[in-house]
């Protein structure tokens, strides 16, 4: 079940910065799709864009997490690499510190650092609930999440 976080975990993106999470949010609330650390979780990246070419102007920081390498995150995302904040999870600090039991997963955090809701597992109508409620945090408009040649509805993976 997920749960709030360690505020004091370090985390790392992508391009090798390493603050904890309660300094990435200092300013705005936190956005963070965690992708499962395997071949299929690319079939997500459309969905990361339209979520976050909504979010990415409002005041919430967007984030895509995932548990592994750099290198192998490289091979999920491709481009969208370049397009997002990336952090990478190898040890799976971060996905267990907020108590995710299934990926991908969408998860709101208060500046604080507090859990404010989550989607777990590929539910077009729970992530649209969960970016229903990060908008609504944010004054913004919430964005469409689903779209054509989404993957299949999944309870997701393994955590």
């Known amino acids: ?25 200092t300013v705005f609330n936190l956005a963070i799709v965690v992708l499962p650390d395997r071949p299929e979780a690319s079939g997500f990246v459309p969905v990361i864009d339209r979520i976050f ?20 995150t490289d091979r999920i995302l491709g481009d969208a690499g370049e397009r997002h904040l990336v952090w990478c999870d190898p040890d799976r600090a971060l996905v267990k510190s907020l108590g995710l039991e299934r990926l991908p997963a969408l998860v709101h955090l208060r ?25 609504r945090h944010a004054h913004w408009t919430s964005p469409a999440v689903s779209g054509r040649n989404d993957p299949a509805p999944t309870a997701g993976w393994p955590a």
């Open 53 to 72: 070419a909504t979010l990415g102007d409002a005041d919430v920081r967007t984030i895509v997490c995932v548990p592994s390498t750099p290198g192998i």
């Open 111 to 135: 500046q604080d650092t507090s859990l404010v809701t989550a989607a777990q597992g590929w539910s077009p109508t729970e992530w649209q609930r969960v970016t229903d409620e990060i908008a």
């Open 1 to 25: 079940m997920a749960q709030n976080p360690d505020p004091l975990l370090p985390v790392t993106s992508r391009a090798g910065v390493t603050r904890t999470l309660d300094d990435w949010a």
